[in-house]
């Protein structure tokens, strides 16, 4: 046995089983945004929705919720085993380990069976005055009221004095048990089983609150609520700070930084889509109404006043001055998909317009490709980024030729988030997180290796994936017909 540090807490951190490959981006961004000190007790694995972590304080626990959209809850874990017998025996020696400190058993795993933990977390809570209720939480596994209820009185043990209140009591207890995350492999007895009294609640309510189906702007590509609050906390946007998204759409990025306190800028080559005349994209809507704008959106979530403003602009010329500092650039770029890549321009040489058609003149637009689109995105990040803040982006690829080597860099900016949203079988995009690391660098021009079209690669993956559907069909019908043609033959002879 050993004895661990009296002033930290162990907690039990319960995420949604959703977006897996963005959980350790966000916590860590917003672990370093507050500066929480954290040990792990477990190491985090992906094929787990939990992680065991210590922290000095209840404090830091809630801090570390009011921002995390992928935490489902917070636990201050009493005890944790592999069975219910010996979590039971673990609480029962816990309430008379009176040494103020952790009681952890040797494993060669590194994981101990036996977790004790000083008496005074659970006698903190066992006064009269203070209301409390156990709540029953399986994963992968369904109970009914009457198997929760059974599993609530087999800690009857536990010294608690106070009434139970079943709406918001003083104290809420979790018991929780682990099934893995297959559901097609639900084992008869739990993988794990915890114990411990509920601290806070992750922000999965503002999936409901900023839900696209209730917000009263928004476009072909409005990113969905979760996402855009997942970038926010990965650009570490905190109250003052001011946020730029160069391609910036309905605004959904703008609203996300917003509800963080920060105040937003947003520009778009797109005049129809910043004044809100593009065609409207939900079913049965003939125009669009006066309420819908960016402007509008932020007033739906109260943070209108934090709404600088959006600019009609070019990337490839934008016109920012050269002294000015941003915060955070969160942003999703345009593939060629769903959105043209355009910028202005012209493909005839020595093109000239008259000073008579110059006032009325609307300027065309050509290819802007992926690659430049990146190689300028970096570039700006270098030049008008605070020095240590972020920019956070999507980037489009094909999954099969994913290649980590090939993703957009610069001297400047340091790589120190990368995850994937699969969208298909064939197509990816990848969540790019930079921070800048120094200020003296000049513009990287284009790498000439850096040849990226994922419009190109998609459709035409995406066509040779189609034909060879057709012809696997073709095939399976031809194979039929010869098998029936032989069974008719065989019937005559």
């Known amino acids: 046995m050993q004895i661990e540090d009296k002033m930290w807490r162990r907690y039990l951190v319960w995420f949604a089983q959703e977006h897996v490959d963005f959980r350790h981006a ?13 040990r792990f007790v477990e190491k985090p694995c992906v ?46 020696n816990s309430l008379k380990n009176s040494t103020g400190s952790w009681i952890v058993g040797e494993n060669s795993n590194g994981i101990s069976d036996t977790s004790v933990c000083p008496k005074e977390l659970i006698e903190s809570i066992c006064t009269p005055k ?30 608690l004095e106070g009434p139970v209140k079943l709406k918001n009591p003083d104290v809420t207890l979790a018991y929780l048990e682990f099934y893995g995350v297959d559901p097609n492999d639900v084992p008869e007895k739990p993988y794990d089983v915890f114990f411990g009294k509920w601290i806070a609640d992750g922000q999965r309510d503002l999936i409901q609150v900023h839900s696209l189906k209730k917000r009263q702007f928004i476009g072909n590509t409005s990113m969905d609520a979760q996402l855009a609050i997942i970038m926010a906390n990965q650009a570490q946007v905190k109250v003052g700070d001011m946020v730029l998204d160069p391609f910036v759409g309905s605004g959904s990025l703008l609203v996300a930084a917003a509800h963080f306190g920060a105040y937003v800028w947003g520009s778009d080559i797109d005049y129809l889509m910043l004044h809100a005349r593009t ?16 402007r509008g959106n932020m007033r739906q979530y109260g943070t209108e006043s934090r709404y600088l403003d959006v600019v009609v602009s070019d990337f490839s010329l934008h016109n920012w001055r050269s002294d000015l500092k941003f915060d955070a650039i969160i942003t999703d770029p345009p593939y060629g998909v769903r959105e043209p890549t355009e910028k202005i321009g012209i493909e005839r040489e020595n093109y000239t317009i008259s000073e008579e058609q110059l006032a009325n003149h609307v300027p065309s637009k050509v290819e802007y490709g992926l690659s430049h689109i990146y190689s300028d995105l970096l570039n700006f990040a270098a030049n008008h980024l605070e020095m240590g803040r972020r920019l956070v982006c999507w980037y489009p690829l094909v999954r099969e030729e ?15 988030g990368n995850s994937e949203q699969v969208l298909s079988k064939l197509a990816a995009r990848r969540l790019l997180t930079y921070e800048k690391v120094q200020d003296d660098a000049a513009n990287m021009p284009l790498d000439p290796n850096a040849v990226h079209n994922f419009r190109e690669k998609y459709f035409t993956m995406g066509e040779m994936t189609r034909r060879e559907r057709k012809e696997k069909r073709a095939g399976e019908v031809a194979a039929y017909l010869a098998s029936k043609m032989a069974a008719m033959r065989d019937d005559v002879t």
């Open 279 to 294: 065609r409207p994209t939900r079913v049965g809507q003939k125009i669009r109404t006066k309420e819908e704008s960016i």
């Open 402 to 416: 994913y290649q980590e080597t090939q993703l957009p860099s610069h001297p400047c900016l340091k790589l120190v």
């Open 47 to 92: 094929q787990k929705p939990y992680w065991i972590v210590e922290l000095p304080s209840e404090d830091c626990a809630r801090k570390i919720a009011s921002r995390s959209v992928l935490m489902k809850n917070c636990i201050e874990l009493w005890s944790r085993a592999r069975t219910e017998a010996q979590l039971h025996a673990n609480l029962k």
């Open 26 to 38: 966000e916590m860590q961004s917003i672990i370093s945004l507050l500066n929480i000190p954290v």
């Open 130 to 159: 203070k209301s409390y209720k156990v709540e029953v939480e399986t994963f992968c596994k369904h109970f009914t009221m009457k198997e929760k209820v059974a599993k609530i009185e087999t800690f009857s043990y536990l010294p």
